[in-house]
């Protein structure tokens, strides 16, 4: 790394990003010590270089929402990756996590469309006809089957490829590129691959949509830069925008399809209560998503300036890691006991979808496709359990999103 | 209790929707509106909650 972070003088016995879980769904135990003793505290880089760990929901929050904070980093995710990627300076059009206001909201804005509440309500029917005919097919199969390859991936896999227009028969292609650019141990140039493989495949759909048109959102989005002289919606705007969407689209909602749907299993008191009134799927997805929070190391944001952070004096161009699963389990974030799952209790204020105007645009679609998902799937199989002991599981703590890599269940 | 809705910051995430519905409204692009400048008391806690999550912080609510 040559940014600034390294020139400055710092201990070379410090401490990196707590990674080791005790309980799978828990936060490494480190971050409860840090917000009470260090909240703001300065850590290594596996790949080299030093930055800083916001641990407390305060000032995550305040991170996240302050522009002095800019998303505009030269490296990939440097707090985990081993070999972090130089991004290229200017970031591409459209690409909506490396962009800071006003740029980031003109690309923003476009898409912002598709995933309003009511859009996403009306949604719901197609939704549900999608995973049911998915919990047909578990149930004509007899388990034990993988429920993140035969309902997780499935169900969110084609709810995506039908709003962008992206046909599912090539989920391969892109469940692969998924796994290869969320590692945290890929190389930089498997990670630059697995980009230019992406874009290109989002790029040949973009150009088969300009010739033939579709009721879907990339060929909306091509549509509305066509009319506007003024519109950024290039043809590379939409690639990028296009690649985001489908890949954020899939990836996060199914690792917390199955992680959420395990937690409940290893929780038969809160699943009792949800099965006894489905009507708690709301708390309980909202509930779930705070718990597990599965942007499992936070959001990195760089200094725009030289700032002081409770104290700490942070510089130019240094990068901050704001902990959203710490966040949520402070007690600063105003709900009693945070550690413990609480499916019955008024939803948490949480960050599990980040906060700031980055916030995940698809949110409102995530919910709905978990409630839709974790009522449907436990109506269904009332006798649902893990196929294999919990510790013998393919946790994710390889992935920058966590999750289950595969989840054998039975019934 | 008195409302206002900065449109501009506004950053289309919904939560305003989901949590006070009687005050807050999405136009087609997104961008939220206020139904209501001035709700009934009763309506206090759930507006004071939407104006709390807003990721954007483009709600902002004067007690009268």
């Known amino acids: 790394m040559t940014d600034t972070a390294v020139n400055r003088a710092v201990p070379s016995d410090l401490p990196g990003l707590p990674r080791q879980r005790g309980c799978p769904f828990d936060p490494a135990p480190g971050y409860a010590r840090l917000r009470e003793q260090a909240p703001i505290s300065r850590i290594s880089f596996p790949g080299g270089g030093s930055g800083w760990l916001a641990t407390r929901y305060e000032d995550v929050r305040a991170i996240l929402a302050d522009p002095r904070f800019s998303s505009r980093l030269s490296t990939a995710a440097p707090h985990v990756r081993p070999a972090p990627t130089a991004l290229p300076e200017q970031p591409l059009p459209g690409a909506l996590l490396r962009l800071d206001e006003p740029e980031h909201a003109r690309y923003r804005r476009p898409v912002m469309r598709a995933f309003t509440v009511k859009r996403v309500q009306r949604l719901r029917p197609r939704i549900q006809q999608i995973v049911d005919e998915r919990l047909d097919a578990m149930e004509r199969a007899g388990g034990p089957v993988d429920l993140v390859a035969e309902l997780a991936l499935p169900v969110t896999s084609l709810v995506i490829c039908e709003l962008l227009g992206v046909d599912y028969d090539d989920r391969d292609t892109f469940h692969g590129l998924a796994g290869r650019l969320l590692a945290i141990e890929s190389s930089p140039e498997q990670a630059q691959q697995a980009r230019a493989e992406l874009a290109s495949f989002i790029a040949a759909l973009v150009a088969a949509k300009r010739e033939q048109p579709g009721d879907d959102l990339l060929s909306a989005l091509i549509a509305e830069g066509d009319a506007d002289p003024d519109s950024p919606l290039t043809d590379i705007a939409v690639t990028v925008l296009g690649s985001l969407l489908l890949i954020a689209g899939h990836e996060t909602t199914a690792n917390m399809i199955a992680l959420g749907t395990l937690t409940l299993l290893e929780s038969p008191d809160q699943l009792a209560a949800l099965r006894s009134d489905p009507a708690l799927a709301d708390r309980a997805v909202e509930e779930l998503l705070r718990h597990l929070t599965i942007i499992q190391f936070g959001l990195v944001r760089a200094a725009a300036e030289d700032l002081t952070l409770r104290g700490q004096s942070i510089k130019a161009g240094e990068y901050v890691v704001a902990s959203l699963p710490s966040a949520n389990r402070d007690p600063g974030l105003g709900i009693a006991d945070p550690d413990r799952l609480d499916i019955t209790r008024d939803p948490a204020a949480h960050v599990a979808f980040g906060y700031g105007p980055h916030q995940c645009l698809g949110q409102q679609l995530a919910r709905a496709e978990l409630q839709i998902t974790l009522t449907s799937l436990f109506a269904r199989f009332p006798h649902l359990r893990p196929a294999v002991p919990a510790d013998q599981l393919p946790f994710r703590d390889d992935m920058i999103v966590y999750g289950l890599h595969q989840l054998p269940v039975t019934w | ?64």
Do not use: H, Y
């Open chain 2, 1 to 64: 209790m008195r409302i206002t809705l900065d449109q501009d910051r506004c950053c289309g995430a919904g939560t305003c929707v989901m949590t006070a519905p009687e005050v807050f409204d999405q136009r087609d692009d997104g961008i939220a509106i206020l139904l209501d400048p001035n709700p009934p008391t009763q309506l206090a806690t759930s507006v004071r909650d939407a104006a709390a999550r807003c990721p954007a912080a483009a709600i902002r609510v004067e007690a009268r």
